[in-house]
């Protein structure tokens, strides 16, 4: 199964196989109102959550996002470190941002901090092997 997105000039591409385990968000996210863009995708991660793979891999490759966005991001990556912790899976959180970006990269680097008790990769997208 998986849920999915297309990218819009406000809205990521969203693509969560949940028969990989894998969830990638891209692009740019300034919805008008993002508890209800992100709404179906925090039930999907919701409901995954009950039963996911034994590893979970969550990739951000943003290039901007809002406040409110900020806020849903946090709110993700609780759910994941929740299960992590739980020990239902093993989670894996991927920051990608482009070489030149130092905002997307401290972005990155800050919400690391936030969640240090889960892996969390911080790269440029030239750092990252994609095999």
Do not use: C
Not at 1 to 19: G, L, V
Not at 86 to 111: C, K, N, P, R, S
Request: hydrophobic letters at 35%; aromatic letters at 14%; a negative charge.
């Amino acid at each position: 199964m998986s849920f999915q997105i297309n990218a819009t000039e406000k809205t990521p591409e969203i693509d969560f196989s949940t028969a990989d385990g894998v969830l990638r968000l891209k692009g740019i996210s300034i919805p008008e109102d993002s508890k209800e863009f992100y709404r179906g995708l925090y039930l999907e991660v919701e409901d995954y959550l009950k039963t996911p793979k034994d590893k979970s891999i969550v990739e951000f490759h943003l290039e901007y996002f809002n406040t409110s966005t900020t806020l849903f991001l946090r709110d993700l990556m609780k759910k994941f470190r929740e299960a992590h912790h739980a020990g239902t899976t093993v989670v894996q959180i991927l920051w990608i941002y482009e070489e030149d970006d130092l905002d997307m990269e401290d972005a990155g680097l800050e919400f690391k901090d936030l969640f240090d008790d889960v892996p969390f990769d911080v790269k440029s997208v030239h750092e990252f092997d994609f095999r």
